[in-house]
């Protein structure tokens, strides 16, 4: 069964600064990963989607993400935080029909 | 496009009594939709998987006569929570794939439950 695991719960940066949020995947086949965000009582915005394409992929808002499978890990970056990006961050890979969530990475942006 | 609306957005209600959400695709056909939950923070949990015009697949662990799910058209699902207990309180967050392109689910903004 596919899965995704989410490396730290609470990401802190400083405005400017590189954001990192790391996801590792588990999958028997080619997996669809995705990676979304969430504001504050809000639905899930999709950032970008890897569809077994390029490997790296660029998404909304600056945010790209490269897979790698001798890692199996699909981390997001960003070169330069805005305050804006303070969210939660989810990582997700398609299963059999639904899709699976990391526990998700809460961004925090400081001045 | 791939549009996907949630109604209503927030709801206060009484324990005891039912409160039905809406899910539409408003400019797809969606012949699968997906309930999930998510608690003050947690990630989305899938409740259900629903098929136009079938029985919906429940996860294991939720209570298919207290979460009633229909799927009437290729447009339209509703999730009706059954005597509604202040446990039941959560962010509800329905998702629809196009017909198709079963690759992506497309998500509605999220419907927050709170029974007193």
């Known amino acids: 069964a596919q899965s995704v695991t989410q490396l730290g719960s609470h990401v802190s940066v400083s405005e400017g600064a590189l954001v990192l949020l790391r996801c590792n995947y588990s999958?028997?086949?080619?997996?669809?990963l995705f990676w979304y965000v969430q504001y504050p009582n809000q639905g899930l915005q999709l950032l970008l989607k890897?569809?077994?394409?390029?490997?790296l992929v660029k998404g909304i808002n600056g945010f790209e993400a490269e897979f790698k499978k001798s890692e199996t890990s699909f981390h997001l970056t960003k070169p330069s935080a805005h305050m804006s990006d303070a969210a939660e961050y989810f990582c997700?890979?398609?299963?059999?029909?639904?899709?699976?969530f990391g526990a998700g990475t809460r961004l925090t942006v400081k001045p | 496009g791939a549009v996907v609306s949630q109604h209503p957005s927030w709801v206060i209600c009484k324990s005891g009594t039912s409160v039905k959400i809406e899910c539409r695709s408003l400019?797809?056909?969606?012949?699968?939709m997906f309930w999930y939950r998510q608690f003050p923070k947690q990630s989305l949990m899938l409740m259900a998987t629903?098929?136009?015009?079938?029985?919906?697949?429940?996860e294991q662990g939720v209570e298919k006569d207290k979460f009633l799910i229909n799927h009437a058209s290729l447009t339209l699902s509703t999730l009706t929570v059954t005597s509604a207990h202040p446990e039941d309180s959560s962010f509800y967050i329905c998702?629809?794939?196009?017909?198709?392109?079963?690759?992506?689910?497309?998500f509605g903004p999220g419907t927050r439950l709170t029974v007193l």
């Open positions: 998702s629809a794939t196009q017909n198709g392109k079963y690759n992506e689910q497309f």
């Open positions: 999958s028997s086949v080619p997996p669809y």
């Open positions: 890897y569809t077994s394409a390029a490997t």
């Open positions: 997700a890979v398609k299963g059999n029909n639904d899709m699976r």
């Open positions: 400019d797809f056909q969606a012949t699968t």
């Open positions: 629903s098929n136009e015009g079938s029985k919906a697949t429940y």
